[in-house]
């Protein structure tokens, strides 16, 4: 069983940064996808960003194209989530999830991904 689990959440003022890490072990990292996605009350849990099993290829969300950016370090079990020029509609609990199925065109579903953290609040007050 992989367990994943989130940090770096926290309460930021708009134009600020932020970077989320995730953790993930019980299965060599290397041979899992990464991805966040992301979830306000109400709404459906929204595509952020994924990396592939090397990190050599990188989707995002079209509302953080530009602003956010993910990476992996293999060797520390971690993935990443830069967040810039922050918004206050960037607001919601960001989930970290993981998958050891090849990266497809599928990747934005919340199906693909069978490991998923508790998520990490990040509130951007404008």
């Known amino acids: 069983q992989v367990q994943v689990v989130e940090s770096g959440g926290g309460l930021v003022q708009a134009g600020g940064s932020l970077r989320l890490s995730c953790a993930a072990s019980g299965r060599a990292f290397s041979t899992l996808k990464m991805g966040w996605f992301r979830q306000v009350p109400g709404k459906e849990r929204e595509f952020v960003a994924v990396?592939?099993?090397?990190?050599?290829?990188?989707y995002y969300g079209d509302s953080v194209k530009g602003r956010f950016t993910i990476s992996r370090d293999n060797a520390k079990n971690t993935v990443y989530l830069q967040m810039n020029s922050l918004k206050a509609d960037d607001t919601a609990v960001y989930y970290c999830a993981a998958d050891g199925r090849y990266l497809t065109s599928y990747y934005s579903r919340v199906d693909k991904y069978a490991y998923w953290g508790q998520g990490t609040q990040v509130t951007v007050s404008s």
């Open positions: 990396i592939s099993r090397s990190g050599g290829i990188t």
